[in-house]
Every structure is written in C-alpha cells, then in structure tokens.
C-alpha cells in the first residue's frame, strides 16, 4: 500500500512538473526593448491617450521627427501637457507594441503657445470621402472612387515602432483572411496603405515594401501601396485625421483607418491601433444591410 501511495505521489509530481514546463513554455514573453526619448510635447490626445512628441535623435533607433506616442499609465498621461520637454523610456516589443513609461518632466511650458501640429477633421460615417488621386506602387495614377469599396490606412515605410505601420499591416494581413464568403468582407475591398513619406517613399521604394507584407498573387491583388499627389497631400491627410505637415521637415505620426463605402461615403475610422478584420467585418455588415432597407424597415 505506502508502494502504491509512493508511486501515485511521484506520478502527480511528474505531471505537475510537465505542467509547469508547458505552462512555462506557453507563456513566454515578448522581446522588450528599451530606449531613451527626449523631446517636447506638442501635442496630447486624452481620448487615445496618446501625446505627440517632436523628440531628438533616439540613437539605434530612429532619427529626430515628431511623433505619437501611447503612454502606458494614466498618472502619469494626467500630467501631461503641450509645451513640457520631457524625458522617458520608450519600450518596443516584438508583437506590435510600444507605449512611453518612467516619464520626467524637465521643463514646464513657456508662456508663448506652442505650434500647432495640424487642424485635426475625423471622417464621420455617412460623410462623403474626396475623390483623392493617389500613385501605387508600380507608378499608375489612379482615383480613389477606381477602387471602391476600400480600407485605407497611413503608414510609412521607415517607421520604426511595431505597434504603428508594422501593425496596420499585420491587421491588413487579417483583413485579407477574411475576403469572400456568404459572412464576410466582399470579395472586391480593395485595402490601400497609404505613405504620407512623398519624399522618401517613392513607387519603387513601395513596391520593395509590399513584397515583405503582401507576397502572394491574391494580396497583390487586392493590397496596394501608394503615396498622394505632392500637391494634394494636406488635403488627403487633414481629412482622414493624420497628423503630418511635411513642409516643416518633420513627420508626425498618427494613426488613421477609414472603410469606405462602394458610393464613396465613409462606413467607419478609427483612430489608433485597437481595430481588428473583425471590427472591419462587423460595420460593413451593418452598413449593407442599412442600404439594403427602406428607411424605417426593420
């Protein structure tokens, strides 16, 4: 009998121990890391919880320019303000995340205001998008009701944090699983990534890019890289909410995505990163049936 208790003691602790391992093994965590940003803040997003940074060089990582940042813990978000220059640890990870911590205030503002980054517009459903000309990859001019319904997005192709462009691609990559089929997205959505970088992201440069996230016959298809005509730049980013005045030598980094319908109005955007192929499924669903039905019908 103790034989059999021994034997029954050492079989728990052996599955306990595999347990472990796997659980262990199952839960490893993402690569973490770390740089030292320093900068102004330009401009602070209380919805998003986001701040906009114009911040100095950030050595091994990126060269100085003005951008968006998510700020991990609301305390410190709360004290916040345009004009401060502060300090903090900016923190990168392997799965599409980035976010500001450990931040020190070293100067309040000065009582000149600070500039202003740019007139924000957020596109409203049902409001009409401007038949914008854009060039893709392989230098073909186009206009955006030529490839409608869409999903566009802003990216450029040296954006260095994962949980900007990295992860509009990857959302995008998503999307694609999803088109075709009785419940799903239609088979025609035409997803846009659309570069606000016209100085550096020229078409050649785009279709580079494209092959590391669209390397199949079918996302080629229906996934397209492109940057606006120069001269109509503002007007494309100022009404899909992009924050980026590239006259002034800098590149202020939003995050905008707009689904528009086949009639050229927008269904639904979203500001930031916390969208997904299901979210995008869920309101082009709910706006076709809306077509569909008279008015007042169930």
Known sequence: MQKALTHTAIGKLVLLLLFSTTLLLSCKKPTVRRYELKGEIVAVDARSQEIVVRHEDIPGLMKAMTMSYKVAKPAEFEKLKPG?????????????????????IEQEPSDVPPAKVSDFHYPEPGERVPNFTLVDQDGRH???????????????????????????????????????GDNNLPSNLNLLSVSFDVAHDTPAELKVYRERWANSAEAKKQWSFSI??????????????????????????????????????VIAWWHGNEWSAEDVKGQWISDRRSTRSPSGSP
């Open 228 to 265: 606006p005509e120069k001269r109509g730049l503002d007007s494309v980013l100022r009404f899909f909410g992009v924050t980026a005045i590239p006259e002034q030598g800098i590149i202020t980094h939003s995050l905008s995505t707009t689904l528009i319908s086949p009639e050229g109005t």
């Open 84 to 104: 401060q220059h502060i300090r903090a640890d900016l923190v990168l990870t392997d799965d599409f995340k980035s976010w500001l911590e450990n931040i020190r």
């Open 142 to 180: 186009f206009k955006l009701y030529q490839r409608l319904p869409a999903l566009v997005t802003f990216i450029y192709t040296q954006c260095p944090l994962p949980d900007y462009c990295p992860r509009m691609n990857s959302n995008f990559q998503q999307v694609l699983a999803h088109l075709g």
